[in-house]
């Protein structure tokens, strides 16, 4: 009994060892997490719902609410996750996604990111080094000419900051293999108070 | 799929989940053989590290859950294992809620209690391949039924929400019970004390 403890641990750590090893070979694992990422573009709330660093989720229920939980817009998902729902007064937007099988997840668009109904013009977005050639010779005072430029100053900026939001809410969703190992390393140490708790039970009975 | 998260469950669900595994997880540590502490620990971190394996499928994503091996091996003490592999999971990775963790626990402890009720015998009379295989799948589709129970019970459409899941979950059956029976084989075949243990009289070893 007393040589039999040491042996069976040695076995059962080969064991954590060889699953360890084999978890760390296999692609990076991904928390079984739905998210809902969106960001105001214009007059719409563009976004995507996914399994945190795997699959999009495809099919769910998208639903934008206001204060109150007034719901200000509806929508499903598509196959690769994406959601457009119109913006809607400058309130806070919590948009849930929902789905349908006890996954659900939220995200809060805040009220001073939508900035009202906004019409981004076609050009800086099919040809972005155009406006700044065309516009500096000419006189920006003119009401006209300064909305064109917020616009498009908007759209560029928005084009250029949705990847980087993006990337730093993948950062967040990504697996850490210290939390991994951390964790696995709680259940020993808990693993040894149970030990040393039963033991001493053990001892007193 | 099988970590449900907050605020999808109805009330009642979650504190009847809740009064469950505190039951269970209880009586599970009651009932330890300070013998099998070793195993005990070591299936907990399997259980934890398996869910993070992840396979996207169609239009969610699925990993395994282990919890028949769990339950062939472990019998009750399949309980607090799973609740401290559940607890650092909601904790490091966000994986189900903090309040549900009672009804994921029951929802993820009970299929592997029942197969070890209906299996661990068997395993040990012969067969372990086969019996250990009808473990591995049986635990993951009562798992799946006790979340669309769980989901039902809080007011969604049962069926839907069954019918979701199980589809999600059936190459995870085929995989679990591929290693829950290679398991069972292996341990029949080099540490039947292993799956002895499991089913000796309560304590009975002491002294």
Same mark, same amino acid.
């Not at chain 1, 560029?156 to 993006?166: D, F, I």
């Not at chain 2, 099988?2 to 009064?19: I, K, R």
């Not at chain 2, 059936?170 to 243990?197: D, N, Q, R, S």
């Given at each position: ?66 204060? +109150? +939980? ?8 598509? +196959? ?53 050639? +065309? ?60 030990? %040393? %708790? ?8 | ?60 994503? $699925? ?43 029951? $929802? ?63 190459? $995870? ?16 075949? $080099? ?17």
């Amino acid at each position: 009994m007393v040589d039999r403890a040491p042996l069976y641990l040695r076995r059962l750590a080969a064991a954590v060892l060889a699953v360890v090893a084999v978890v760390s070979v296999s692609s990076p694992a991904a928390a079984h997490l739905l998210k809902v990422f969106a960001l105001v573009e214009g007059s719409m709330i563009k976004g995507t719902v996914y399994f945190a660093r795997s699959a999009p989720a495809r099919g769910a229920r998208i639903t934008a609410l206001g204060p +109150d +939980d007034v719901v200000l817009a509806e929508t499903r998902s598509g +196959d690769d996750g994406s959601f457009v729902v119109p913006a809607g007064p400058p309130v806070d937007h919590r948009i849930v996604a929902d789905a349908g099988d006890g996954h659900n997840a939220a995200f809060t668009i805040h009220a001073e990111e939508i900035a009202g109904p906004v019409d981004v013009p076609a050009g800086p977005t099919a040809a972005p080094a155009q406006p700044r050639a +065309d516009r500096t010779g000419q006189d920006p005072s003119s009401e006209t000419d300064r909305e064109w430029i917020e616009a498009a100053v908007e759209a560029v900026v928005s084009r250029h900051v949705t990847p980087l939001r993006e990337q730093l809410n993948a950062y967040e969703d990504r697996l850490s293999w210290h939390d991994v190992l951390g964790g696995i390393g709680y259940i020993l140490g808990l693993t040894g108070l149970a030990a %040393f %708790f039963l033991s001493r039970r053990r001892r007193e009975s | 799929m099988a970590h449900l998260v907050d605020g999808v469950l109805s009330g009642e669900v979650v504190v009847g989940g809740t009064v469950l595994a505190v039951a269970g997880v209880g009586w599970g540590l009651r009932t330890l053989d300070p013998e099998r502490i070793p195993q005990t620990g070591v299936l907990s971190a399997a259980f934890f590290v398996a869910s993070l394996i992840h396979v996207p499928l169609g239009p969610t994503s $699925v990993h395994l859950i282990l919890n028949g091996l769990l339950g062939i091996v472990l019998g009750w003490a399949a309980v607090p294992a799973i609740f401290v592999a559940l607890v650092l999971q909601a904790v490091f990775f966000g994986y189900g809620g903090v309040t549900v963790l009672g009804v994921n626990t029951v $929802v993820m402890a009970a299929p592997a209690l029942i197969c070890h009720y209906l299996f661990a015998a068997r395993i040990r009379a012969g067969g372990a391949f086969i019996w250990g295989a009808a473990a591995g799948a049986l635990a993951v589709a009562m798992t799946c039924a006790l979340v669309g129970g769980a989901l039902a019970l809080s007011g969604r459409e049962f069926i839907l929400a069954a019918k979701l899941v199980f589809a999600a979950h059936l190459p $995870v059956m085929v995989i679990e019970a591929a290693i829950t029976g290679a398991a069972a084989t292996l341990l029949h075949t $080099v540490k039947p004390e292993v799956l002895m243990a499991s089913t000796a009289p309560l304590r009975a070893s002491d002294g």
